[in-house]
């Protein structure tokens, strides 16, 4: 019976989405925080959700954390309806909040310790540690850490029951330019080892690096799903080819390059092409909705 069930289990990981969810609906009062929400995470993507304050990023999220009921629709994430998740489903997900990463006097490996006793698989502590970074600060005192350290913390607590679904809030809000950089690459070593992760942020150049897809999300209707590389058209969008002495918006920037170059006989001084970037075609399509 056992083994009939685990291979229903991987059967069921192969086929099934880590996320769908139809027809999603949730007010506050007369307030329609999500309005009919369709969306789809495939197993193994990096999914980024942006839109500005208020779009009903949390609530969606929280909703499929299992932490707030919806009003409406169609809720599976890893195959389970989050209102009706047991323990065993709650083992399978990890969750970084917007935390503190701050437990008093404990050391970093003492809470990472702690944690790992709440389940029944978890990963080995110091090999958590050493994941997000913190090894050298492993016998800390978790209020001696830095802002992008208790980050880290808080994603050891996020997979230290080895998830097969990472929700991850705002994860580099406050960071640092560097510090931003090297907690990408612990977010992309999850993804490469088979995580799914679903990201909110409102750092356009975080989903762009980190996200297969990203879903932008306003008065709580999903506007568009897309790579970031063609979100809002952005790869057909008009170039804008800048020299020296003027500017030129065209579809055939090459062409515009070749006449400037013939002109100029040779190299064109502070030459530059450039498409929309996706906080351009972002803020375009919040601006439109
Ligand atoms: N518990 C609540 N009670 C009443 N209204 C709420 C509650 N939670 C959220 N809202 C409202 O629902 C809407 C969506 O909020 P939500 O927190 O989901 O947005 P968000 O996209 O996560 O925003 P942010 O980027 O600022 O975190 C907002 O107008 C918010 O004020």
């Not at 369709?38 to 999914?47: A, H, I, K, S």
């Not at 310790?113 to 958590?128: G, I, K, L, S, W």
């Not at 050493?130 to 992008?148: F, P, Y």
């Not at 490469?192 to 989903?207: D, K, M, N, P, R």
């Amino acid at each position: 019976m056992k083994l009939l069930t685990a291979c229903l289990r991987i059967l069921a990981q192969v086929t099934e989405s880590a996320i769908s969810v139809t027809g999603l609906r949730k007010s506050y009062g007369g307030m329609k925080a999500v309005d009919r929400l369709d969306l789809t995470v495939q197993r193994g993507e990096v999914f980024a959700l942006l839109g500005p304050n208020g779009a009903g990023k949390t609530t969606t999220v929280e909703i499929l954390e299992g932490f707030r009921k919806r009003d409406e629709g169609k809720v599976q994430v890893l195959g389970v309806d989050p209102e009706r998740g047991d323990a065993e489903w709650r083992q399978r997900i990890g969750i970084v909040l917007q935390g503190t990463g701050e437990f008093d006097e404990l050391t970093v490996a003492e809470v990472v310790t702690h944690f790992a006793r709440f389940y029944r698989n978890a990963a080995d502590p110091t090999e958590v540690v050493e994941r997000v970074g913190l090894t050298e600060k492993a016998g800390s005192r978790t209020h001696t850490l830095s802002g992008g350290q208790k980050r880290r913390l808080d994603v050891a607590l996020g997979i230290v029951n080895k998830p097969e679904l990472l929700f991850l809030d705002e994860p580099t809000t406050g960071f640092d330019p560097a510090a931003r950089r090297e907690f990408w690459e612990v977010i992309r070593q999850l993804a490469s080892a088979g995580t799914t992760i679903l990201l909110t942020t409102h750092y356009l150049e975080e989903a762009e690096e980190l996200a297969d897809r990203v879903g932008v999300i306003n008065h709580g209707k999903l506007l568009e799903v897309s790579t970031p590389a063609l979100l809002g058209g952005r790869n057909t969008a008009t170039a804008t080819v800048s020299w020296r002495d003027g500017s030129e918006e065209t579809d055939r920037p090459t062409e515009v390059v070749q006449r400037l170059a013939a002109e100029f006989h040779g190299e064109v001084p502070d030459l530059t092409v450039t498409r929309p970037t996706l906080e351009d075609v972002y803020l375009k399509m919040i601006g439109d909705a």
